[in-house]
Structures are given as structure tokens and as C-alpha cells.
């Protein structure tokens, strides 16, 4: 097995008396490579690295670095099949699912090169005579990255781009389930001209070092990407920092009784058990109108039992395993909390050892009521609760009755529950007619309410996590001339 070291200033570093850790495969529990615990004086060294290279990064105008970026992305289209294999191999998503986070890295790559050319600020007219009044974007300096391993090439990437285009360097912290692939995502960075020193890594544990990250001094911003609970820790020890947070869903896909059910079927097949349910836009509740709720259910019930878990990196397998063996417990924790509610389970609610890995049946809850805890919390496992409603309103009420607000999604042929849907669901994301899940990367991706703080990543919006906006005046009148104070003197 091979052993990777932290990566900081363009090479990798083994710094002496560290412990490793390994990433395992969760389809076979095997070891994928070990790699070195950080500390903080780990963090602390990658930290002066980044400030000494953010300067000249800077320096670089911003085409140029859009430039380098591009070739980011032509390196991992080059390489999609390779790191595609990669990360169903270390986080377990199917294979087709695995090429698609590479080629969401590829995709916010090229659009954040786009950005070089663009980071807009605003001319706007001046009150006082001969002076012009604009505002253009500047880099906040050296930022924390932290992300999880749902996505362990494309979050990694959703970040890096934006952090890069706008000029700053950074620290990144991947998820120790995966940290291959992040580390695959830096060293292609490198290869495509970032220079060093500007993208460091430092693997190692959250409470370790992520939250010396999040409480470092020296950093201008923290990107967060990851549960709620952690979240909230991110917000309150992050103190003045610019801070990005994107935290947990609760998604509903809702079902009108007019819906074409065979499209609801495959988004709700798609939103429930796609990457075994690990997504944060992943559909956990199903919130049906009473007149097609009996049949939906059979339709669900007889699909999900269907579904061959498997190797993720066979054509045939649907759903791979769960990232690791607390993702089981928690999923079957989940499963005995409904039974105990008196949710009724029709389908799955076991793990499945014999096949070697972490899998876990896909799992059906009925006659859910939406107070229950599996209607409110986020599991993070391919397991599902259905609610009957009676309308639309209420099916509205329902989907807006939890803490979270990051997706949802309506199935519908009628234009005014469409419409209606899209102005009530308190969500930072309404589909219509399609999944929870799909976010292009020039939409901006986030969530209301405890999902996150309301940054908003990708996108146009994107850029703004990761710059501040500097107002400029340019007086060429010659003279003091004092807004407010010279207003009467206009008349
Ligand atoms: P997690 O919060 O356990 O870990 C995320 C990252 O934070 C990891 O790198 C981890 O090592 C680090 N971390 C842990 N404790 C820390 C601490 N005290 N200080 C600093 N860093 C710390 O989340 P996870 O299990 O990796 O990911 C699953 C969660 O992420 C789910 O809740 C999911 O909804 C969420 N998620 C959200 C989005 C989104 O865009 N909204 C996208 C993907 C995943």
C-alpha cells in the first residue's frame, strides 16, 4: 500500500513522529493508502507557505490565472477514466456516479477560468460632479478548505476553483475517508501550473487539524462543507473570518395526484438510493397526495427490491456501499427509531455483512407522520419515509416543516401547484418534474435556514466567498467636494 505524506509548497512532506492513517475501500474493507495525521504545527507551516505564495499568485492577472485553470480542467478530462475508478474505489459510488463528481471538478474548472475574464465589480454614477464611483474584487488572502467525502473530487474542487480564480492560496483539509482523491485533485493542479506553495494540503482529523483551520489567525476565510454539527462549531471558534458554510438537507420530493408516476418514480429511485442516499441533496422524504399515494408506494416498494447493491465498479451494480461502518449503524440507528414510531417498514431496514463491505438495504418507511424523527433528521443512507398529504398547501407545510432548506422538487402537470411550490418551499433549490439531486455548475448551490449560513457556491455567485469588494471614488474635479455636505450647494 502506498503511503502519501501532507502535501505543502509543491512537495510531499513527511514531517517526523506523525501517525498515518488508511482509507479503506467500503466495498471490501481493504486498505486504498495511508496517509500522514497532521498537526498544528503542520497547519501552522502550511499557513506561512501559502502567504509567501498567495503574493505573487496575486500578481498573476486574472486571465492568466483563469488560464492555468483551464488547464486543470483539460488534465482531468485527460484523466476522468482513471480518477473516475478512483473515487468509486475509495468512497464507493457507482461508477458512472464516480465519473460524474470528476467531471463536476472538470466542469467548475472550466467555468471558474471563465470567471478570469470576468470578476465583475459595478460602475455606478456619483452624486457629486466629476468623480466616478466603482468596485472591483480583490483575493481575501490565504483561505481554510475543509470537505467531506461524499464528494471527494468534485467538493474539493468547487472550492479550489473559485479560492484560485479570485487570487488567494489555500489550505485544504480533505475527509479521511478520502483522501486519495483529493490528493489526485492537487497533484493535477500542480501538474497544470498552480504554483507551489499556493495549494497545501494537510490531511489529518477534524478535531486536530480542521479546527486549528478554523481557529487559525492567519486565515482570511473558511470554506465549510460538511454535517450540521460541525458546522455550528465552524461558526462559532471561526471568529471574524469570512465563513462559508454548507451544512445538511432534509429534501422532499413532493407527488400531486395529477404527476406523471412513472417520471416520480425514477427521480424518487434517482434522489433516495443514488450514492447509496449519501447526498446532501439527497430525497429522504416523499410527501404524496392521498389519491396516488397506495399506488406510488407498490410502484416504490417493488423497484427498490429490485436494486443490485454490489461493486461499484461493475456496469450491473445500482447502489454501492456506505462510506464506512458508522454510516451502517447510523442508517440501521435510524431504522429502529421509525419502527419504534410506528412508522411502517415495507421494505429493507437490515445491513448486509455477508458481502463484504458496508452495504445497507435500500429501506421504504410508510404512514410516516412528518413530526417522526426520520421525517426530521438527516440520515445520510439510502432510506426513505412517505407521507400522505391531502393538497398542495399542506404538502407544502409538510416539506417546510424542518430544519433544513437545501432541496426539494415537485412532480406535477399542473402549472399552478408548479408555480406554487416554487414560491412557498422555503429551499435554496426547487426542481420541478425532476430529482432533488442534478446542480449544474453555473447555478449557484446552497441552502436557507440550518443548511448553512447563505453563501452560495458555484455559479456566478460563487466568486463571492472567496473575494472582497473594494469600492473605489476617482475624483478629477480638482477640488474638495464633500457628498451630503454638498448636496444644498447643488440647487
Ligand atoms: P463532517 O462534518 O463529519 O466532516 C466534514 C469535514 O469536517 C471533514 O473533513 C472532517 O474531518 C472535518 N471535521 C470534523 N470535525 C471537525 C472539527 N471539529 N473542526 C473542523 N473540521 C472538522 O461531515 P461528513 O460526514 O464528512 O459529510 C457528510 C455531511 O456533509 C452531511 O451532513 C451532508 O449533508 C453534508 N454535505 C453538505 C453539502 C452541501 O453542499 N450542503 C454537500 C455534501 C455534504
Redesign the pocket.
Known sequence: MKKYGLWIAGREVYPKGRKTFVSLNPTNKRAVASFCSGSETDVNTAVAVAHQAQKKWAALPAPQRGEVLLEVARLLRRRKQQLGRLVSTEMGKILSEGLGDVQEAIDIFEYMAGEGRRLFGHTTPSELRSKFCCTMRRPLGVVGL??????PMA?PAWKLAPALVCGNAVVL?????TPLCAYELVKTCEEAGIPPGVINMVTG???EV??H??RHEKLAGIS????????E??AANAGLKRVGL????KNAIIIMDDADLDLALEGVLFGAFGTAGQ??TAASRVIVSKEVKDEFEEMLVKRAERLRLGDPLKESTDIGPLINENAVKKTHRYTEIGKKEHAKLVTGGYALPEKGGFFYKPTVFTNVKPHMRIAQE?I?GPSVSLMKVNDVREAIRVCNGIEYG?SSAIYTNDIQKAFTAIEHIEAGITYVNASTIGAEVHLP???IKK??NGTR?AGILGVEEFSEVKTVYIDYSGKLQKAQIDVDKRK
Do not use: H, M
Not at 146 to 151: A, G, L, R, V
Open positions: 475543509i470537505t467531506p467525502w461524499n464528494f467538493i483539509k480533505p475527509a479521511s475517508d482529523s477534524g478535531d480542521g479546527a483551520i478554523i465549510f462543507t460538511g454535517s450540521r454539527v460541525v458546522g462549531f465552524v454548507e451544512l445538511g438537507g447526498r446532501c438527516e445520510f437545501l448551490f446552497g441552502g443548511t448553512g457556491e
